[in-house]
T-cell receptor
Framework: LAKTTQPISMDSYEGQEVNITCSHNNIATNDYITWYQQFPSQGPRFIIQGYKTKVTNEVASLFIPADRKSSTLSLPRVSLSDTAVYYCLVGDSPYNAGNMLTFGGGTRLMVKP | NAGVTQTPKFQVLKTGQSMTLQCAQDMNHNSMYWYRQDPGMGLRLIYYSASEGTTDKGEVPNGYNVSRLNKREFSLRLESAAPSQTSVYFC???????????FGEGSRLTVL
């Protein structure tokens, strides 16, 4: 299993762009990178998933360099409601059922007014 | 659609008691998972099930058993609860087309 390393916490201000980097040095060829968001007392929620280069959706962008040993979640113009814990997961192709999907410690993002 | 439903939402047990956490999903997903989350910590995988009839150990399986009753339901059993099992338990499911995990609201368990 590819182990992931993220910063424990980050602070930002409303309106700023936030970039959270995840390190996954032993990522395998079949592994995808997925990010989740978790609010207190709730289960995590899917944000974005990618394999290489750049992926963008309505809430975030995911940047993956060519060597795929790290990835960066980018949140544009954060608001107070983006205060949450963000998890990076690395796992086998999502098209293969029943992968052992493990979460690391996550990054606690605090957005200040 | 309800998504992933967990019961009970709250439970207090005494050391040595047993209980079963129930999880059901209505999204026709093949894979289901049980995680635990201790205060201020990340999620740790207890057991998972790739499909009906199969189960596999995760990172922290000791003290737990699971049953994949059918495609919809995946239960987690504590045979003899210990204070170290005080945690919030999350059930999740995923379909094979995207791999996205869908989580339940969690079951908060306290063992005295």
């Amino acid at each position: 299993l590819a182990k992931t390393t993220q910063p424990i916490s980050m602070d930002s201000y409303e309106g700023q762009e936030v970039n959270i980097t995840c390190s996954h040095n032993n990522i395998a060829t079949n592994d995808y990178i997925t990010w989740y968001q978790q609010f207190p007392s709730q289960g995590p929620r899917f944000i974005i998933q990618g394999y290489k280069t750049k992926v963008t959706n309505e809430v975030a962008s995911l940047f993956i360099p060519a060597d795929r040993k790290s990835s960066t979640l980018s949140l544009p113009r954060v608001s107070l409601s983006d205060t949450a814990v963000y998890y990076c997961l690395v796992g086998d192709s999502p098209y293969n059922a029943g992968n052992m999907l493990t979460f690391g410690g996550g990054t606690r993002l605090m957005v200040k007014p | 659609n309800a998504g992933v439903t967990q019961t009970p939402k709250f439970q207090v047990l005494k050391t040595g008691q047993s209980m079963t956490l129930q999880c059901a999903q209505d999204m026709n997903h093949n894979s289901m998972y049980w995680y635990r989350q201790d205060p201020g910590m990340g999620l740790r995988l207890i057991y998972y099930s790739a499909s009906e009839g199969t189960t596999d150990k995760g990172e922290v399986p000791n003290g737990y058993n699971v049953s994949r009753l059918n495609k919809r339901e995946f239960s987690l059993r504590l045979e003899s609860a210990a204070p170290s099992q005080t945690s919030v338990y999350f059930c999740a499911s995923s379909g094979s087309n995207t791999g996205e995990l869908f989580f339940g609201e969690g079951s908060r368990l306290t063992v005295l």
